[in-house]
């Protein structure tokens, strides 16, 4: 198709580009790119990262050669996706707002002109869609929020952010899986962990998962999160 070009990263990948704009829809077709490849391919497919508007495929050249890749995966970009290829399980997130544990929920709502049960109300109506997983292992960048709450990062990042903060920035939301640095707004915080290594896989979220947030009382967070 003539909305996408494929070009070389080396020796055993290969990379797909779409039209840059971070877009569900656009994430939604790579995914079934990537899982209708690794089906055709086989074991010759290695591993498949989707970015915002890229596919990164890489491949054994032992077992297959780029030519024939490229081949099948203008072949596999050709396919229109059946509605049944993005209809994954829904992830549900129950998040405690605001407090100490969403220390921007007050400071967002006064930039928007709305009370925090309004914020939350604006988080939590969209279903999500995730963009890509990466910045740290299993944070994933998630959208659209509602373009009330497309607000830019923090002017001063923080330099510690408690693993679980739920935090939204440039239109989109995510979840810290461990303690890190950031510069997202903090709404609140979750007992979900996105990033477990004694879980299989350790990463939650993958790209194209549907993803939908409900608030919970602190009760229930703090009883929860000493489970």
């Known amino acids: 198709m003539n909305d996408l070009r494929i070009i070389p990263a080396g020796d055993a990948a290969l990379v797909l580009e779409l039209p840059s704009r971070i877009d569900p829809a656009v994430t939604a077709r790579l995914v079934f790119i990537a899982d209708s490849l690794r089906e055709r391919a086989g074991t010759a497919v290695r591993d498949t990262v989707v970015g915002y508007c ?15 890749l490229e081949e099948e995966m203008r072949a596999v970009a050709s396919l ?29 709502a006064e930039q928007i002109g709305a009370t925090e049960d309004e914020v ?63 510069g997202w707004q903090l709404l609140g915080r979750t007992f979900i962990r996105p990033f477990d290594e004694a879980r299989d896989p350790p990463v939650l979220f993958r790209p194209g998962d549907r993803v939908k947030f409900h608030a919970i009382g602190r009760a229930e967070y703090d009883l929860e999160s000493a489970g």
């Open 54 to 68: 890229t596919l990164t495929v890489y491949f054994d050249p032992i077992l297959t050669d780029a030519s024939w």
């Open 80 to 108: 229109r996706p059946p509605p049944a290829a993005f209809n994954r399980p829904r992830i549900d997130i129950p998040v405690c707002y605001g407090g100490d544990l969403g220390p921007d929920l007050a400071a967002v």
């Open 120 to 182: 939350i109300d604006l988080h939590c109506t969209p279903e999500y869609r995730v963009f890509v997983v990466g910045f740290v292992p299993g944070f994933a960048y998630m959208g659209e929020v509602h373009p009330r709450l497309a607000l830019p990062r923090r002017s001063s990042p923080r330099t510690k952010v408690p693993a679980g903060s739920v935090a939204i920035a440039a239109g989109q939301t995510g979840i810290y899986p461990m303690e890190t640095p950031g």
